[in-house]
C-alpha cells in the first residue's frame, strides 16, 4: 500500500492548481497526482479560446460585478450566485499570478494582456494566448510542479475511490504499463477528473473524457448535482466534432445558412454570432431542421452550416486564430481564408457534477459534507455555470476554485489522520474485476456497445428534448447494461492494455449517460442547455433549485436543493 498526505486524481488545470497551492502554502505536505494520462495531455491542454476576468485592459467600464451579471444571466439564474461572486473577484488575481508563472498571453500595442470579446460577455475581457491558450497555462503548471516535487503518477487508471460512511480514504488505482494493482491511503483525496463529452457520439473532448470521477463518486454514494444541463458548442467542426473555438466569432466570424443569410439576427439581434451558447446551439439545430443546412456539395437541406472568416483576411486569421484555421485545413481540407467552415453543435462540457461547497469540499447530500474529499474543475459543481456556462469561464472556474480547494486542503490535512480500513479487500476485489474482463466469454465487442450507447445518448439526449423521446432512451439504457455483461475482449494481455481501460470506461460512461438522462426527464421545464419541447418555459416556482441524483445498482433518486441567490433577481433572460 502507498501512502500520500494528498492524492490528487486528475492532472489538468484544475488538479495542478490545487497541488501547487498547497506546496506553496505548505511545503511539507505530502502531495501526489495520478492521471490516466501523462499531465500536459490532459484535455485542458487543448482549451483554445481564452480566460475570462475583468482587467479592464481593453475595457476600462469593465468591473467584476458585471461579469457575475453576465454569468448569472448566461445561466439562467441557476448559478450560485456567491460562487459567481468568489470566480469574478478573484479572476484578474489569478490572471496575475499565472503570468508571473511565466504562462505567455498574447499582448496589446502597450504590452498589457490583450483581451477578446466572447458569448454572452458584455465586455472584451478573455485572456488568451493566441488560440492555444490552455496549452500555454498548463504547460507553466506542470513545469511547476515539478520545481515544488510534486509526486507525479502519470498513466496509472485510478479504478474506484473508497469512501466508507462519507470518509474519504484513499483509492484504488491500475498502472497501465503493466497491470500492477496498488492501494493508496491518503488524508485527502481530491477529484479534478475533468468532463464526460465522450458519452455523446459526436464531442470536442479528447478520448480520455469519459466520466470517471464522476462516476466514481456516484458509485461511491455521492449525489451528482445537475447533471442534465450539457453544453453543445454550436461550432464543432463536421463531421469530426472537434472544436472550432468561440474566439472565431469573437475575432468577427459570421454563421451563415443555405440562403447566405447571417440567420442569429432572428435568434438573438442584439448580440448576434455572440449570444450565449445554448441559444446558438439551439439556432443552429433549427435552422438545420427547417432545410435551411447545408450539403457537402453545397446543396441545401444539409447537416451543417457554415463559419464565415472570409471577410476577416489571411492576416487576421493568421495571428489571432491560427490553430483553428490548421485545424479546418487538416481535419476537413478546408482553407478558411477562402472558403468557409462546416460546423454543427457539438457536446462539450459538463456544466453539472460533484456537489461542492466555495472551499471545494465535496457534499454528501444538500445539508451534509463528506470528510477528506474534495473536488474543482470541470468535474466539480460549485455552480458558477448554472445551466450555461459562458465560454472562458471554465479555465477561470480551473485556476480559482483549483486554488481556492488547494488552500482548504492544507488547512484541513493540519488536523486529519490517515483511516483504517481494510486495504486487502480492495485489493482482491479489483484484481477480481480486472481478471472477469479479462478472462470474459462474451458475443459482443466492446467498441460496437460503446458506438451504440454513444449514438443512444446523442439521440436521446441532445440540443432539444421530450419526455417520449427520453423514455426510449431510458429503456435503451436497460438493454446496454444487459449488453455489457456480454462484452468480450480481443486484448487480453497485462501489458499496455487500453481495451481493458476503455473497457472500465464505458461502465462510467454509461453509469453518467443515465443519470444525466435521467435529471433531464425529471426537469419539466427549459433552462439554459435543457431545452425541452414539451416544457417550453423556464420555471421559477417549481424548479428554480439545483437537482441531486443519487445512483443506485437500483436505480437513480433524483432530489433537488436550493439555489443561492442574492445579487441579482431572475429574470426573463433575453438577449
Ligand atoms: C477543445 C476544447 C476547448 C476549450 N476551450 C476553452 C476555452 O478557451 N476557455 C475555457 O474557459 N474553457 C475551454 N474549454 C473547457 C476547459 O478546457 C475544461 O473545462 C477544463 O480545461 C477542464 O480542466 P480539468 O482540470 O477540470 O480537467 P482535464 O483537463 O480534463 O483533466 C482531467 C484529468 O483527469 C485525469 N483522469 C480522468 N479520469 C481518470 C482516472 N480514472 N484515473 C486517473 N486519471 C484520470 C486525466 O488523465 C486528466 O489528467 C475547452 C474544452 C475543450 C474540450
Given at each position: 500500500m502507498l501512502e500520500h498526505d494528498v492524492i490528487i486524481i486528475g492532472g489538468g488545470l484544475a488538479g495542478c492548481r490545487a497541488a501547487l497551492e498547497i506546496k506553496r502554502l505548505n511545503p511539507s505536505v505530502d502531495v501526489a497526482i495520478v492521471a490516466k494520462t501523462h499531465p500536459i495531455r490532459s484535455h485542458s491542454v487543448a482549451a483554445q479560446g481564452g480566460i475570462a476576468a475583468s482587467l479592464k485592459n481593453v475595457d476600462p467600464n469593465d468591473s467584476w460585478e458585471a461579469h457575475a451579471f453576465d454569468t448569472v444571466k448566461g445561466s439562467d439564474y441557476l448559478a450560485d450566485q456567491d460562487a459567481?461572486?468568489?470566480l469574478t473577484q478573484e479572476a484578474p488575481d489569478v490572471i496575475i499570478d499565472l503570468e508571473h508563472m511565466g504562462v505567455l498571453f498574447s499582448r496589446l500595442e502597450d504590452g498589457k494582456i490583450a483581451q477578446r470579446a466572447f458569448g454572452g460577455h458584455t465586455h472584451n475581457r478573455t485572456c488568451y494566448a493566441a488560440d492555444k491558450t490552455g496549452h500555454a497555462m498548463l504547460h507553466e503548471l506542470v513545469n511547476n510542479l515539478?520545481?515544488?516535487?510534486?509526486?507525479?503518477?502519470?498513466?496509472?487508471?485510478?479504478?474506484?475511490?473508497?469512501?466508507?460512511?462519507?470518509?474519504?480514504?484513499?483509492?484504488?488505482?491500475?498502472?497501465?504499463?503493466?497491470?500492477e494493482i496498488v492501494i493508496v491511503r491518503a488524508k485527502v483525496v481530491m477529484c479534478a477528473t475533468g468532463g464526460y463529452g465522450r458519452v455523446f457520439n459526436t464531442t470536442s473532448n479528447d478520448y480520455a473524457s469519459t466520466g470517471d470521477g464522476l462516476s466514481m463518486c456516484a458509485i461511491a454514494g455521492i449525489p451528482l448535482e445537475d447533471m442534465e444541463f450539457v453544453q453543445f458548442h454550436p461550432t464543432g467542426l463536421y463531421p469530426v466534432g472537434v472544436l472550432i473555438s468561440e474566439a472565431v466569432r469573437g475575432e468577427g466570424a459570421y454563421l451563415i445558412n443555405s440562403e447566405g443569410r447571417r440567420f442569429m439576427e432572428d435568434y438573438a439581434p442584439s448580440r448576434m454570432e455572440l449570444a450565449p451558447r445554448d441559444i446558438t446551439s439551439r439556432a443552429i439545430t433549427r435552422e438545420i431542421r427547417a432545410g435551411r443546412g447545408i450539403h457537402l456539395d453545397g446543396r441545401p437541406g444539409g447537416p451543417f452550416i457554415y463559419l464565415d472568416l472570409r471577410h476577416m483576411g489571411q492576416e487576421k486569421i493568421m495571428s489571432r486564430i491560427p490553430f483553428c484555421w490548421e485545424e479546418a485545413h487538416r481535419l476537413v481540407g478546408v482553407d478558411a481564408v477562402y472558403e468557409p467552415m462546416p460546423v454543427r453543435p457539438t457536446a462539450h462540457y459538463c456544466m453539472g457534477g460533484i456537489p461542492v461547497n466555495t472551499d471545494g469540499r465535496v457534499r454528501l447530500s444538500g445539508d451534509k459534507l463528506t470528510e477528506g474529499l474534495f473536488a474543482a474543475g470541470e468535474c466539480a459543481c460549485v455552480s458558477v455555470h448554472g445551466a450555461n456556462r459562458l465560454g472562458s469561464n471554465s479555465l477561470l472556474e480551473c485556476v480559482v476554485y483549483g486554488r481556492r480547494t488547494g488552500r482548504s486542503i492544507a488547512e484541513y490535512v493540519k488536523n486529519r489522520k490517515f483511516s483504517e480500513f481494510d486495504s486487502q479487500s480492495y485489493l482482491d476485489n479489483a484484481k477480481q474485476r480486472i481478471q472477469g474482463l479479462l478472462t470474459k466469454k462474451g458475443t459482443i465487442r466492446l467498441g460496437a456497445l460503446r458506438q451504440q450507447f454513444q449514438d443512444s445518448m446523442s439521440e436521446h439526449c441532445g440540443v432539444f428534448r421530450s419526455e417520449e423521446v427520453m423514455q426510449a432512451g431510458l429503456t435503451q439504457i436497460q438493454e446496454f447494461k444487459e449488453?455489457?455483461?456480454?462484452?468480450?475482449?480481443?486484448?487480453?494481455?497485462?501489458?499496455?492494455?487500453?481495451?481493458?481501460?476503455?473497457?472500465?470506461?464505458?461502465?462510467?460512461?454509461?453509469?453518467?449517460?443515465?443519470?444525466?438522462?435521467?435529471?433531464?426527464f425529471?426537469?419539466?421545464?427549459?433552462?439554459?442547455?435543457?431545452?425541452r419541447e414539451d416544457y417550453t418555459q423556464r420555471d421559477d416556482p417549481n424548479f428554480l433549485k439545483h437537482t441531486l441524483a443519487y445512483y443506485s445498482v437500483a436505480g437513480i433518486d433524483v432530489q433537488y436543493m436550493s439555489v443561492a441567490l442574492g445579487m441579482f433577481e431572475p429574470k426573463e433572460r433575453k438577449y
Open positions: 459567481v461572486a468568489i515539478r520545481r515544488h516535487e510534486v509526486k507525479i503518477y502519470q498513466e496509472w487508471y485510478v479504478m474506484q475511490l473508497i469512501l466508507e460512511d462519507g470518509d474519504a480514504k484513499g483509492l484504488v488505482m491500475y498502472h497501465i504499463e503493466d497491470g449488453k455489457y455483461n456480454q462484452v468480450y475482449l480481443d486484448d487480453t494481455d497485462s501489458c499496455w492494455n487500453t481495451e481493458l481501460i476503455e473497457a472500465m470506461e464505458l461502465q462510467n460512461i454509461m453509469v453518467v449517460g443515465e443519470i444525466i438522462l435521467t435529471s433531464a425529471n426537469r419539466k421545464e427549459s433552462r439554459g442547455a435543457h431545452s
